[in-house]
């Protein structure tokens, strides 16, 4: 009953720009913070931007700062993370995740689905 599924990942040129997608299929969307954490191969997994109920956004890689953006669509129960001036560490999975809390830990993950690739080329 709890899907959430991401899109929108593909191949792309350094300095270039991405929209993930996520659709959420749960019960009272608006109730709940999201976010995005990635894992690249061989490296720990680490958040990205949450996003809570009231719109409140927090950043947990400096390297991203000013770069991703987080945003919801709460009356279509989605979620997207426009990434611009891509950069070949930003190669990683992204994951749509339903969170619990907003500290970053990952404790906060409750649900996350099946990510979506994401490839940058020099």
């Known amino acids: 009953q709890v899907q959430l599924v991401e899109s929108g990942g593909g191949l792309v040129q350094a300095g270039g720009s991405l929209r993930l997608s996520c659709a959420a299929s749960?019960?009272?969307?608006?109730?709940?913070?999201m976010g995005w954490f990635r894992q690249a191969p061989g490296k720990e997994r680490e958040f990205v931007v949450g996003?809570?109920?009231?719109?409140?956004?927090?950043d947990y890689v400096d390297s991203m700062k000013g770069r991703f953006t987080i945003s919801r669509d709460n009356a279509k129960n989605m979620v997207y993370l426009q990434m611009n001036s891509l950069k070949p560490e930003d190669t990683a999975v992204y994951y749509c995740?339903?969170?619990?809390?907003?500290?970053?830990?990952?404790?906060?993950?409750?649900?996350w689905g099946q990510g979506t690739q994401v490839t940058v080329s020099s």
């Open positions: 995740a339903v969170l619990k809390g907003m500290s970053g830990r990952l404790s906060d993950l409750a649900y």
């Open positions: 996003i809570n109920w009231s719109g409140t956004t927090t």
């Open positions: 749960i019960r009272t969307f608006s109730n709940y913070a």
